[in-house]
């Protein structure tokens, strides 16, 4: 059974730089496309982009690309969302979630909320 | 830029019908989109309930369907019970690793 762990809690001000992790445990992990999805308080989900931890191919939806950096290191299994100078803006529910091959989102982390506000 | 349009909520009665659809700005969603659809109630993580367009996930009860109406993606529940109140969301493959979610529809049972 895959399951995701996500770093805890951040609290930053704008202008900090904030990477967040997902660590994933199961069969053969490394062959899973991981996604980042956000959910903002008061709307609806968000798809972010995916990384595939094997060889770390990423896609960015147009609406994140430029604005974070999604990475992975497969020898620990993990997937990372980075920012260099967050806003306020970015305040928000990050979830993590692995894409089978049927094209969805099986398995999903926790969640790591993000604050930032000066 | 893509938009993938939900009602933003519904209402059903309890033991009522409801079907909530997913559309596309420009053309018809298809099953080549593969549409899925999720559950998210406050505080907690979205569960999957559908995939490939009407493949219920494991533990989702069959009163749940999924399937494909007219130009939209469409979910139906049928005998909606009180838990089924939730916010509920479809995804949509755009092609080359990129996905689209829904606005997302909340929906009352009352």
């Known amino acids: 059974e895959v399951q995701l762990v996500q770093s805890g809690t951040e609290v930053k001000k704008p202008g900090d730089s904030l990477k967040i992790s997902c660590q994933g445990s199961g069969d053969s992990f490394t062959n899973h496309w991981i996604a980042w999805v956000r959910r903002m308080p008061g709307k609806g989900l968000e798809w972010m982009g995916i990384i595939y931890l094997r060889d770390s191919d990423t896609r960015y939806s147009p609406s994140f690309q430029g604005q974070v950096t999604i990475s992975a290191d497969k020898s620990i299994s993990s997937a990372y969302l980075q920012w260099n100078s967050l806003k306020a803006s970015d305040s928000a529910m990050y979830y993590c979630a692995t894409k089978t091959p049927g094209e969805y989102f099986q398995h999903w982390g926790q969640g790591t909320l993000v604050s930032v506000s000066s | 830029q893509t938009v993938v349009t939900q009602e933003p909520s519904f209402s059903v009665s309890p033991g009522g019908t409801v079907t909530l659809t997913c559309a596309l700005s420009?053309?018809?969603?298809?099953?080549?989109?593969?549409p899925s659809w999720y559950q998210q109630t406050p505080g907690q993580i979205p569960r999957t309930l559908m995939y490939r367009t009407n493949v219920r996930s494991a533990g989702v009860p069959d009163r749940f369907t999924g399937s494909i109406l007219g130009n939209k993606a469409a979910l139906t529940i049928t005998g909606a019970q009180a838990d089924d109140e939730s916010d509920y969301y479809c995804a949509l493959y755009m092609g080359s690793g990129i996905w689209v979610f829904g606005g997302g529809t909340k929906l009352t049972v009352l």
């Open positions: 420009s053309g018809s969603v298809s099953t080549s989109y593969h």
